[in-house]
C-alpha cells in the first residue's frame, strides 16, 4: 500500500470565535458532483472544542469553497458530560437521517479528563443536528471503567457495530494511559452492548494509546486504519476477516510523517473513503490537528 500526500487541506486562522484553533478528528460527508463536507473538531480561545466543517471540490482537494459560520455542536451546560468540549467522532447516514456520534470532555482532577460519546441527529442533509441527550449514549461501565474515545460506526443490515477507544487504566498524566480499540454492538444505533472485548491490542511495550479507528468492510472482510503513539503518533493498518479479530500490519500503512512542514512531526487521526474509483485519506499532522489536516490519494492498493 502506498499514499501519495497531495497536501494541506485548511488550518483556522482564528476568524471565528469558536475556531481559533486546530482541525482534528476529519470525516468526510459526500454532497453532490465531486463536493464534500469535512467534519471537524476546532477549539475556542479556553481550548474547549467544537464541531465544524469545510467543503471542498475533490477535482482540487485541498481548496476549501466553503467554511461553516456557525458550530454544529459546541460545547454542553455545565454539569454535562461535553461541558468542556465536543469533538467530532463518527457520521452515519441512513436515508435522509443522520447519526452524528460525538466525544464529549469532561476536565479532570485526579486524571486530565473523562470522555463519553454523544449522539446528535439530523433529519435531513440540510437540517441542523440536535442532541438526542444531554446524557452520553456511550459512557463509563463495568467493562469501560475509566475513559471512552473517538468511535467508528458501521450499519450493516439491521446490526450496528463499533470501534471505540478505551482505557485499561488511568494517572495523573496523559502517558499513563492504557488505551486500546474495544467493540461494541446495537440494534437501533443508540443503546450499546459491551463485553469489554478487545478488537486492537498494543503491538508493543513502548505503546500506550491506540485510537481513532476508520474501519472499511470491503469483498474479502475489513480493514482499519488508526492512530497509534508511544512517543509520537503515526497511522497504523490492520485487517479482519470479521471485523472482531485483527492482524496488525502497521508496516503497510504507506505512509508517513513529511521531511519538513506541517506534518513533519507526527501523523494521526486517519479517514479513508473512496470517490469516482479513487481512495482518499484525510489525515492530521503536528500538533493533533493545530496545524489543520491534509489529504493524500492511495497509489498501491491492498484489498479488504
Not at 45 to 52: D, P, V
Not at 58 to 77: D, F, K, N
Not at 145 to 163: D, H, K, N, Q, T
Request: proline share 6%.
Amino acid at each position: 500500500m502506498r499514499w501519495r500526500k497531495l497536501g494541506q487541506v485548511f488550518c483556522p486562522e482564528g476568524t471565528h470565535p469558536w475556531m481559533q484553533t486546530h482541525a482534528a478528528n476529519t470525516i468526510a460527508e459526500y454532497r453532490e458532483g465531486d463536493q464534500f463536507r469535512i467534519y471537524f473538531s476546532c477549539r475556542d480561545n479556553q481550548n474547549r472544542s467544537s464541531i465544524g466543517w469545510v467543503e471542498v471540490d475533490l477535482r482540487r482537494p485541498t481548496q476549501v469553497v466553503r467554511v461553516a459560520e456557525e458550530p454544529l455542536i459546541s460545547p454542553g451546560r455545565i454539569g454535562t458530560f461535553d461541558d468542556s468540549g465536543a469533538s467530532m467522532g463518527w457520521l452515519v447516514c441512513e436515508a435522509n437521517r443522520r447519526y452524528l456520534y460525538y466525544l464529549g470532555w469532561n476536565l479532570g482532577v485526579t486524571v486530565p479528563w473523562r470522555n463519553s460519546i454523544g449522539l446528535a441527529i439530523s433529519e435531513s442533509p440540510d437540517a441542523p443536528f440536535a442532541r438526542y441527550s444531554e446524557a452520553p449514549i456511550v459512557d463509563r461501565s463495568s467493562v469501560d471503567p475509566f475513559s471512552i474515545s473517538y468511535p467508528c460506526v458501521l450499519r450493516e443490515g439491521a446490526r450496528w457495530r463499533m470501534w471505540y477507544g478505551s482505557n485499561l487504566s488511568w494517572g495523573p498524566n496523559q502517558a499513563d494511559m492504557a488505551h486500546v480499540i474495544k467493540y461494541a454492538e446495537s440494534w437501533d444505533g443508540v443503546h450499546w452492548s459491551r463485553e469489554g472485548r478487545i478488537a486492537l491490542p498494543f503491538a508493543s511495550a513502548d505503546e500506550y494509546a491506540i485510537s481513532k479507528p476508520c474501519v472499511v468492510a470491503g469483498p474479502t472482510g475489513y480493514c482499519m486504519w488508526y492512530s497509534y503513539r508511544g512517543k509520537r503518533y503515526r497511522i497504523g493498518y490492520a485487517k479482519s476477516a470479521d471485523g472482531l479479530d485483527w492482524v496488525r500490519r502497521d508496516e503497510a500503512t504507506g505512509i508517513e510523517p513529511s521531511e519538513n512542514g506541517w506534518d513533519s512531526e507526527m501523523i494521526e487521526y486517519p479517514f479513508v473513503f473512496s470517490h469516482r474509483g479513487n481512495i482518499y485519506m484525510l489525515y492530521n499532522g503536528n500538533g493533533y490537528g493545530r496545524t489543520g489536516f491534509g489529504v493524500a490519494i492511495l497509489e498501491v492498493d491492498e484489498q479488504c
